[in-house]
C-alpha cells in the first residue's frame, strides 16, 4: 500500500484527488476517484506526495488550476491530493493539518481568509513543509512564512471590468457583489474603484457581499433590484456570481436593461457572453497558474531562488473575441 493510498483511508470524510501516476491526462480532474495502486501500467515506484487545499472545488477555475498543478507534477513522476475547503476557514485549516502530518513534500494553498491562514503557516513551517499560495495573496505580514504566490494580476483584471463597462455605459448606476474575505476579490474591487475614478457620472449605489458563488449571488441580487429600481449595471467578482446576477434579473425581467461585468474567463461565463447576458469578463489563466505554481515549487525543492511575487496576466473577453476562448465540448 502506497502513501497515497494510506492517506485516502485515513482521510474518508475529506473529497480527495489522486492522480494515476503516468496515467493522466489534461481533460480529467486532478486523480479523480482512482486509486494508484490500480493503474494500468503502472510499474514505476510512486514519486513525491504534494497536497492542496483550495476555498471551493464548486467552481470551473480551481479544478483548471488543479489540473495545471496535477500536469506539471506529474511530468516529474509526482503526486497531488486536493483537499475542498468549502468556503469554511476551520474545514482548511483542518485539512492542511492533516496533510503535514501525512509529511507532503509541498503544499499549494488558496485561501478561504486571507487573514486567517498564520496558524496554520507556523504549523508548516515548523514541519519544514513549503507552502505556495495560490490565485488569493495572504496578508504581507505572513508572506515570510510562505515560498511565493502564484495569481493573476486581480488589480487589472477590475481595470479591465472597469474601462470594459465606461465604454458602454459611462453613466452607470451600479452595484458591486463582493467577497471582502478573500484578497484577491479585493485587488479586483479596488482595481474597479481606482478605474471608476476617471469616469465621473458613474456612480456605485451599493456594495453587497454574495460569497462568490451563483447561489449566494441570486437572492442579493433580488434584494438590490428592489432597492435600487434605476440600477443599470453590476460588477460581480466573479463568474458563478455573475450567472447567479442574470438569473435573478432574468426572472424579474430586467436582464436586457442591465450591463453586467466580472472576472474569470470560465466557459459559463464565455457562453453567457456569446448568448448577450453578460458584458464582459476579465478572463484568468488557472491551467497556466497552476503549472507557474508547480514549477516554482519543484524550484524551490532544488535549492533553486524564487521570486516572491508572481503574477500571471489576465485578458478581456467580450462578444468581440469569445468565440477563440471557447473550449470545444
Aim: with cysteine; hydrophobic share 45%; charged share 25%.
Amino acid at each position: 500500500m502506497n502513501k497515497a493510498l494510506r492517506f485516502l483511508i485515513s482521510s474518508s470524510l475529506l473529497l480527495l484527488f489522486v492522480p494515476l501516476l503516468g496515467g493522466c491526462n489534461d481533460s480529467s480532474a486532478p486523480g479523480t476517484g482512482s486509486d494508484p495502486a490500480q493503474a494500468e501500467g503502472n510499474t514505476a515506484p510512486p514519486g513525491r506526495l504534494f497536497g492542496a487545499s483550495f476555498q471551493t472545488l464548486n467552481n470551473p477555475f480551481f479544478v483548471d488550476l488543479g489540473n495545471g498543478l496535477q500536469k506539471e507534477l506529474a511530468a516529474h513522476g509526482d503526486e497531488l491530493i486536493i483537499l475542498d475547503a468549502q468556503f469554511n476557514s476551520l474545514k482548511q485549516k483542518n485539512d492542511l493539518s492533516d496533510l503535514i502530518l501525512k509529511d507532503v513534500a509541498g503544499i499549494f494553498v488558496n485561501p478561504v481568509n486571507w487573514e486567517g491562514l498564520k496558524g496554520s503557516l507556523l504549523e508548516a513551517q515548523r514541519k519544514n513543509v513549503p507552502i505556495i499560495i495560490v490565485d488569493a495573496p495572504v496578508k504581507e505580514s505572513d508572506e515570510e512564512l510562505i515560498v511565493c504566490t502564484v495569481a493573476s494580476d486581480n488589480v487589472r483584471a477590475g481595470q479591465l471590468a472597469a474601462e470594459a463597462l465606461a465604454k458602454v455605459n459611462p453613466k452607470a448606476k451600479l452595484v458591486v457583489l463582493h467577497l471582502s474575505v478573500n484578497k484577491a476579490c479585493i485587488d479586483r474591487v479596488a482595481g474597479f474603484k481606482e478605474t471608476l475614478q476617471n469616469y465621473p457620472e458613474m456612480e456605485i449605489l451599493d456594495v453587497q457581499e454574495a460569497k462568490g458563488t451563483t447561489e449566494g449571488a441570486r437572492p442579493v441580487m433580488r434584494d438590490l433590484i428592489g432597492r435600487y429600481p434605476d440600477l443599470n449595471a453590476v460588477f460581480a467578482i466573479n463568474d458563478p456570481n455573475a450567472l447567479g446576477v442574470i438569473s435573478a434579473l432574468d426572472s424579474a425581467n430586467k436582464l436586457d436593461d442591465v450591463t453586467i461585468v466580472t472576472v474569470d474567463g470560465s466557459q459559463a461565463g464565455i457562453k453567457a457572453i456569446q448568448a448577450g447576458k453578460l458584458h464582459s469578463t476579465s478572463a484568468q489563466f488557472p491551467k497556466e497558474i497552476g503549472k507557474i505554481a508547480a514549477e516554482k515549487m519543484l524550484a524551490h525543492l532544488n535549492g533553486e531562488p524564487v521570486e516572491k511575487d508572481v503574477k500571471v496576466r489576465v485578458e478581456l473577453i467580450t462578444a468581440e473575441n469569445a468565440e477563440q476562448h471557447l473550449e470545444a465540448d
